[in-house]
């Protein structure tokens, strides 16, 4: 009985543990902006990091969209979440994003 209850705590403990790593980040794009080969419209996007993905989901209407990214380290922890972007022609090309509350850079092929 004693085996079972530890077992089960530790179940429990586990899957809590993985649900708290699965952080999402609210990002705000005033204009429409290119991530990867991917469009996005102007609006509020949930991100969820997802192995060698992000995934932007339109809060408004629930669309998702998959981008590979490549996570870098820093050495510090960025304070807020924050987008490097760059243009190129008449597109704003999303370059990098900073993950607030970690040491974490998302890049983004171009």
Do not use: C, H, R
Not at 23 to 50: D, F, I, N, W
Not at 75 to 100: E, P
């Amino acid at each position: 009985m004693n085996k079972k209850l530890v077992l089960w705590a530790g179940a429990l403990t586990l899957s809590f543990v993985s649900i708290v790593s699965a952080k999402s980040y609210t990002l705000v794009l005033s204009t429409p902006m290119q991530a990867g080969s991917s469009q996005l419209a102007a609006g509020t996007y949930k991100l969820e990091v997802e192995g060698s993905n992000a995934v932007f989901t339109n809060t408004k209407s629930g669309k998702a969209v998959t981008v590979p990214v490549k996570a870098e380290e820093s050495n510090t922890k960025y304070d807020v979440t924050s987008i490097d972007n760059l243009t190129q022609g008449s597109t704003l090309q999303i370059n990098a994003i900073k993950l607030g509350g970690t040491k974490t850079k998302l890049e983004f092929s171009k």
